[in-house]
């Protein structure tokens, strides 16, 4: 689903990634792990196709970035720790504005799907300024399933969030994914990516450095893995 | 469920998005007014405007007014979408860049009209002149289309830099002084009633400028806010 | 590091001499204009340090386009190159027309269309440095230069027009003059330190081109090593 050969990404002369190799087959829910500075964000920058590969093959869903950026857009949704939303709109308005960015035919019924699926079907004519940090993260997951799609990115989607909104977090992302989408997740909090994950990738200094399924990491401990992955 | 909107569905839904947001905060549009009325004001007590002159002297005062408001809000415009993310939000979506610039210079241009339309009559009043002058009201439009449309590339420019408010009024007004000297011009031709030769060459002006400044940033607005 | 090119010191030298032979000509061979004295001889300089100004600010136009089509960081440099020494060379001739303008005009500054546009042109300059002052990223840096490089170069002639809807009271040099305007006339001898003045400031504005670049290239060089180093 997600191809990326040899991807380079400079800043002016700074290389942030340097050869990243990346695949992930369909439905995997990978977490991409690292330390901060380590390139994560700008990794899935390019994959969201909002920042240009300097070198190197990026393929999401089938269409090669940046050429084929729209086809890709419209099969990915992203959820950063920005929410993406707009305040002075109710939650209604904002999902009706993003479904008519995608072409979303039969908007009305998918709006609600949607926002009964995050859990705010009783607040959707509420303006998203009066949210909770935690109900706008909700709100900002419903914006970045509308359009059904088969990629989602999901970048720190935890930060700034306590812990019931987090849990609550937890189970709208496990829904997501047991829809047979394709996530890749960038996180720093690894107990959370352990109970999501199929994959647990590491990213250093502009590559990733180690990779381990789920069932291979059998009872070993992710925090033990990680620390290793960074060590080498 | 891989549609995609068409050019002008994506355009309309922008606009429709940043004027139902602005109908309910009313934060640009309210913020545009009173300054407008601050500088008219200021203008009051600086040019001691005698009844005199007024003729000469309102199409500078009301452009200048105009201007100073306009930055207020193209500022404000593009803010709100960097704040929370919302550019990013714009630009995943699966629509032609420019259709996105064209719809944020349809919104912009909208409050400009909407500032300009309740500043128009106050001024009559407050100095009574007649403003209402179908030619005046052509300058408007033409001089705001220019002045909006260059403003609101300039503006997605300032909003990534670091000085961000503080530079667009310094980046947007030498690049713009061809559409304040034609538009001053004009308005004044207008409205003190001069011939139509000594109207036309800064009208064709506007004209010129409108097309080549639009063109130009439909062509360069992906460059100015992909990565 | 790599030596200075043999040519680019022949430049340095040749525009050394092309200096010193211009003030010569301009100070002591041209003959004293009748109207307006002494003064017209900064009229030489006026005119050179505006042609390069002018050349600069043009050349940065394009490279902004070439920059926009190829992505190639090297055309940012030449662009930057390009803009800084129009905004000095602009600087220059706004202050040699002043300097005419006293005795010629009775006034330090009129706000003729030349030189309303000259000074705008500098504006939009200094507008252009600070938007790069402003921006982190290299690449976005760039971008956002070679765009507003590109806005500048389009609205200036438009500039110039808008407000030569007003009337002019600058002399025409060279081609038609309007009628409403006085044309200046220039002997045998004046036409001479004027065509050496233009190819003196050609040369100068090459060498300094040429350094300015090279000062970028080897700029970008250090910070290639810095980073090496870290």
Redesign the interface.
């Known amino acids: 689903m997600i191809e990326v050969k040899k991807l380079v990404k400079r800043f002016g002369m700074k290389a942030v990634l340097r050869g990243l190799d990346f695949n992930v087959q369909p439905g995997e829910f990978v977490a991409l792990l690292g330390p901060n500075g380590a390139g994560k964000t700008t990794f899935l920058r390019i994959l969201a196709s909002l920042s240009r590969p300097s070198l190197g093959d990026v393929n999401v869903a089938g269409y090669r970035l940046p050429n084929q950026a729209a086809q890709v857009r419209a099969r990915l949704g992203v959820v950063s720790h920005l929410p993406l939303l707009y305040a002075d709109l109710t939650a209604e308005e904002n999902l009706d504005f993003y479904a008519r960015m995608y072409g979303i035919p039969d908007a009305p019924s998918r709006m609600t799907e949607v926002l009964q699926m995050v859990g705010l079907e009783a607040r959707r004519r509420d303006l998203v300024r009066t949210f909770s940090r935690g109900m706008q993260q909700r709100l900002a997951i419903g914006r970045a399933v509308l359009h059904d799609p088969e990629v989602m990115l999901f970048d720190e989607p935890y930060t700034g969030l306590d812990q019931d909104a987090s849990s609550m977090l937890d189970e709208v992302l496990k829904s997501v994914a047991a829809q047979g989408r394709t996530v890749v997740m960038t996180s720093h909090d690894l107990a959370r990516s352990e109970d999501l994950a199929t994959r647990f990738d590491v990213l250093s200094r502009g590559v990733i450095v180690a990779s381990a399924s789920r069932e291979s990491l059998g009872n070993a401990n992710l925090l033990t893995f990680y620390k290793q992955a960074l060590a080498a | ?6 050019f002008l ?2 355009t ?3 606009v ?2 940043d004027l ?3 109908f ?2 009313r ?1 640009l549009l309210s913020a545009m007014l009173v300054f407008s009325m601050l500088v008219i004001l200021i203008f009051n007590f600086a040019l001691e405007l005698e009844p005199a002159t007024r003729k000469e002297v309102s199409a500078g005062v009301l452009w200048t007014t105009f201007a100073f408001a306009g930055t207020l809000g193209l500022n404000r415009s593009m803010a ?1 979408e960097k704040d ?3 550019l ?9 860049r420019s259709a996105i610039y064209f719809g944020k210079v349809i919104s912009n241009l909208a409050f400009m009209f909407i500032v300009e339309i309740i500043v128009l009559p106050i001024y009559s009043m407050l100095y009574g002149i007649n403003l209402f002058n179908p030619g005046l009201l052509l300058v408007i439009l033409l001089g705001s289309i220019g002045y909006i449309g ?1 403003g609101t ?2 503006a997605s ?2 909003v ?5 408010e503080v ?1 667009l009024p ?2 947007l ?6 559409v304040l ?2 538009a001053v ?1 004009a308005s004044s031709g207008f409205l003190t009633g001069a011939p139509m030769t000594e109207i036309m ?2 009208l064709n ?1 506007l004209i ?2 409108n097309l ?2 639009l063109a ?1 940033a439909f062509m ?1 607005f992906d ?2 806010v ?2 | 590091m790599t030596p200075k090119p043999t040519l680019l010191k022949i430049f340095d030298w040749l525009s050394v001499i092309c200096l010193i032979v211009a003030t010569y000509l301009a100070l002591v061979f041209a003959p004293t204009e009748l109207v307006m004295g002494q003064v017209q001889r900064v009229f030489y300089f006026h005119i050179g340090t505006a042609w390069v100004g002018l050349l600069g600010f043009i050349f940065s136009a394009l490279l902004g386009i070439v920059y926009l089509v190829t992505k190639d960081m090297k055309w940012d440099i030449v662009e930057v190159a390009a803009v800084e020494i129009s905004v000095v060379f602009f600087f220059i001739t706004i202050v040699l027309g002043a300097i005419w303008a006293r005795p010629a005009w009775n006034t330090w500054w009129t706000w003729d269309p030349r030189l309303t546009t000259a000074a705008i042109t500098e504006l939009v300059y200094v507008a252009y440095f600070m938007l790069r002052a402003g921006i982190e990223d290299p690449d976005r840096r760039a971008r956002f230069g070679a765009v507003y490089a590109l806005l500048g170069g389009l609205s200036a002639p438009i500039t110039f027009m808008a407000i030569r809807l007003f009337r002019s009271i600058h002399p025409v040099i060279i081609g038609a003059a309007n009628e409403n305007q006085e044309k200046m006339s220039m002997s045998g001898d004046m036409r001479v330190v004027f065509f050496f003045a233009l190819f003196a400031f050609t040369v100068i504005f090459i060498d300094l081109f040429w350094n300015r670049i090279r000062l970028g290239q080897l700029q970008e060089k250090v910070e290639r090593l810095k980073l090496k180093v870290m």
Do not use: N
């Open positions: 469920m891989q549609l995609r909107p068409s569905k994506a309309l839904a922008v429709r998005k139902s947001a602005e309910r905060s934060e709100v929370r993310g919302c990013d939000g714009l630009l995943l979506a699966p629509v032609d260059v590339l300039l420019m300032a990534q830099a670091r000085t961000r530079l310094i980046l007004f030498p690049i713009v002084i061809p000297l034609s011009k060459p800064p002006l010129v400028y080549i400044f130009i360069t460059q100015v992909e990565e």
